[in-house]
């Protein structure tokens, strides 16, 4: 302790000037001498990357003697002995230089010197050992690329059919065109106007009706393959599975529920009904309905014969069941008899919407239901009061291993039997999810999507459009849009319905609240232009159609539509799939749609069976980027013309708006 203190209270003798020049004049001369020894022995530089020298060293080391280039390297530390050492950098790229290598690096302009003419990085020598080209991100996949990967190969290798095939129907000659029709049905089709047949039917008809062996009832030692098909809305898809339908099971003899078509609304059903009641008349096939609009017990009265007896085989009132899902469901887990194990086809029409209902599991349960169970599930479902007396009635072959008190000895010579049940599936717009597709188990599926192709097209290039969401519209359709501010939306209404001619027309939008207002605003409104006008003026008569209203409003509604009581039907999606009505001249997006689906299935209910029409989107500012967004990644921008209103065009309308807009104001703040 006193040590220290002394020794740090002892003045420092000072440094002179000439004792500093020795003292540095040793250390240089020990440093050259450091340098002579370490060039005669090789290594020395590794090793003192590897932490045996200390940083002082390094630094003198390594600085000269590493060129960054090859250029560097060839011509050697001592080319030019009067360069100015090269100030220190940082390694630019780590993928190229080892960081924890502290080696000196070439200046900027050395750098752009040595690089070679492709400007391409050049392999460095570094001591001996080359340093590798700096790696480089590869370029990302292309979009196309990308939506190819991991398809399934059934999709992969779709067939595509021309938007603009037809084929004559033959009348008198069975089969003479290869469709397959009969003679009988044939008659009848022409009987509907239906002359030709349009390009999806051309495809799926004589798919499901030409092969003999196909059209068999139950093929339980070699199932059928699955159909997708994806065809453009009004183009024919209901006909294209109702006329094989009823082909096929005409020539049924007993009364067994054997086509199963599930559709997403009631009025579909209805609408699809309708269709096989046209074509299946004089055929005496039984077409049921399960919707929930009546009550279970009616239903369930409807469409199963024998409710009190087990039967293995089922019972049932209907060759044709066409459903919506939940109401499916409720027969499947509740109505004795009610079986699936006859089914030939299983027909799901709107597929992709379809699919993205989850309810229930409803898909899981109705593919179950047409497997073969083991017989204890089958006592387990059964009602208790039944389960004494499982009494055999026909069952489907492929589960005849169920059959009780017959005693059956399994061989090698045995055939696996499986299901007959053969799925169908239909939309504008596809599913391209492959977990939706796997969730069906299609049974080697066959996939045929109506599609223009270009002669520029590839192959690919039908099923990547699918799988892109460009789906296909009707030729006969123009599309245009308006971009407002949000309060003049009313008023370009007004304007399309009163100088664009709009009338037989669907106007869509976003909730039944905004369905209400624009109904209200609507008939002020013509009240308001008709006072202004000559006394034969007829004003429109518009008429809400939502899902608020009960089932027999909706069913009226929808026939004073048809007839053109109504002139314009203001709706939300509801209707907005599906949804056949002839007349239907104009859809109007009056709140633009929210996706491309959407979109399709909305001005899809125009422009149907070769027939024009055009279809409005009114977009507001805020939203125009969005929307053309939307459209743009679907390639169709170009097809939707902008119509641009000024003041003038709507100058006459103003004072009516005005006035209805007062009322309304009224009306609400009341
Ligand atoms: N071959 C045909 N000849 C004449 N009209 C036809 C023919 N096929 C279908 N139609 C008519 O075309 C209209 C549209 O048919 P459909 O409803 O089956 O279309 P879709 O493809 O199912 O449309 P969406 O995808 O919108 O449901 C119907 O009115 C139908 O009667």
Redesign the pocket.
């Known amino acids: 302790m006193t040590t220290e203190t002394q020794v740090s209270q002892t003045p420092a003798k000072p440094i002179t000037n000439k004792e500093k020049t020795k003292a540095k004049k040793r250390y240089l001369k020990a440093k050259k001498d450091r340098r002579k020894r370490r060039k005669s022995v090789p290594g020395l530089v590794e090793k003192a990357h590897s932490g045996l020298e200390d940083e002082d060293e390094l630094e003198d080391v390594a600085l000269p003697e590493v060129p960054a280039t090859e250029e560097h390297a060839q011509a050697g530390p001592s080319s030019n002995p009067d360069a100015r050492p090269h100030k220190k950098r940082k390694v630019a790229d780590p993928g190229l230089q080892d960081p924890e290598e502290n080696v000196k690096q070439a200046s900027p302009e050395d750098d752009l010197a040595s690089l070679p003419s492709t400007s391409k990085p050049v392999p460095t020598i570094i001591n001996g050992l080359p340093s590798f080209p700096a790696p480089r991100r590869p370029d990302a996949p292309s979009k196309k690329t990308l939506a190819l990967q991991g398809l399934d190969t059934a999709l992969a290798g779709a067939e595509l059919i021309e938007p603009s095939t037809?084929l004559p129907i033959v009348p008198d000659e069975e089969d003479e065109d290869g469709t397959g029709l009969s003679r009988r049905m044939k008659k009848r089709?022409r009987e509907?106007?239906?002359?030709?047949?349009?390009a999806?039917?051309t495809a799926v008809i004589p798919m499901l009706l030409s092969n003999p062996r196909q059209r068999q009832l139950y093929l339980p030692h070699g199932s059928p393959r699955d159909l997708c098909v994806s065809?453009?809305?009004?183009?024919?898809?209901?006909?294209?599975y109702v006329v094989p339908i009823i082909e096929i099971l005409s020539h049924r003899t007993v009364t067994r529920l054997r086509a199963l078509v599930v559709l997403p609304t009631r009025d579909l059903v209805m609408?699809v009904r309708e269709?096989f009641e046209a074509v299946g008349k004089g055929r005496g096939l039984k077409i049921g309905m399960a919707t929930g609009q009546h009550s279970f017990a009616h239903e369930q009265a409807q469409l199963i014969a024998d409710q009190a007896t087990r039967l293995q085989g089922g019972s049932s009132r209907v060759d044709i069941l066409i459903c919506t899902p939940g109401r499916l469901i409720d027969h499947l887990a509740g109505t004795p008899n009610f079986s699936l194990q006859h089914l030939r086809y299983l027909v799901i029409?709107?597929a992709d919407r379809l699919l993205a209902q989850s309810f229930q599991d409803w898909l899981v349960q109705v593919l179950a239901a047409t497997r073969p169970t083991a017989i204890s599930d089958v006592l387990v479902m059964t009602p208790p009061s039944l389960v004494d007396v499982p009494a055999a009635d026909a069952l489907a072959p492929a589960h005849r291993h169920l059959l009780r008190g017959v005693s059956h000895i399994h061989t090698d010579l045995d055939e696996k039997t499986e299901p007959t049940c053969q799925k169908l599936l239909?939309?504008?717009t596809l599913t391209r999810d492959p977990a939706k597709i796997a969730s069906l188990h299609l049974n080697n599926p066959r996939y045929l999507i109506v599609q223009s192709t270009s002669e520029k097209a590839s192959p690919d290039d039908g099923v990547l459009n699918l799988v892109m969401e460009k789906f296909t519209m009707p030729a006969s359709l123009s599309e245009h849009m308006i971009v407002c501010d949000s309060a003049q939306k009313p008023l370009m209404l007004f304007y399309l319905v009163h100088k664009h001619g709009v009338s037989n027309a669907l106007i869509f939008t976003k909730s039944a609240e905004s369905t209400n207002r624009l109904v209200r605003l609507f008939d002020f409104f013509e009240s308001a232009l008709a006072s202004e006008k000559a006394p034969g003026h007829q004003p429109k008569v518009l008429q809400a159609y939502s899902s608020e209203l009960g089932a027999a409003d909706r069913k009226s509604i929808l026939e004073r539509f048809k007839s053109q009581e109504v002139n314009i039907l203001v709706c939300s999606d509801l209707i907005s799939?599906?949804?056949?009505i002839?007349h239907v001249s104009h859809v109007v997006s009056y709140d633009a749609p929210v996706d491309m689906r959407k979109y399709v299935?909305r001005v899809?209910?125009t422009a149907?069976?070769?027939r024009a029409g055009d279809a409005w989107t009114l977009v507001e500012e805020q939203e125009a980027r969005y929307f053309k967004a939307l459209l743009n990644a679907a390639d169709h921008l170009d097809a939707v013309k902008r119509l641009r209103v000024v003041e003038k065009d709507v100058a006459s309308l103003l004072p009516s708006y005005e006035r209805a807009l007062g009322q309304l104001k009224e009306v609400y703040a009341r």
Do not use: M
Request: charged share 20%.
């Open positions: 037809v089709l509907l106007s239906v002359t030709e047949l349009f999806v039917q065809a453009p809305t009004g183009s024919g898809k209901t006909l294209a609408q269709t029409d709107e239909f939309s504008a799939r599906g949804i056949d002839s299935h899809g209910r149907r069976a070769g």
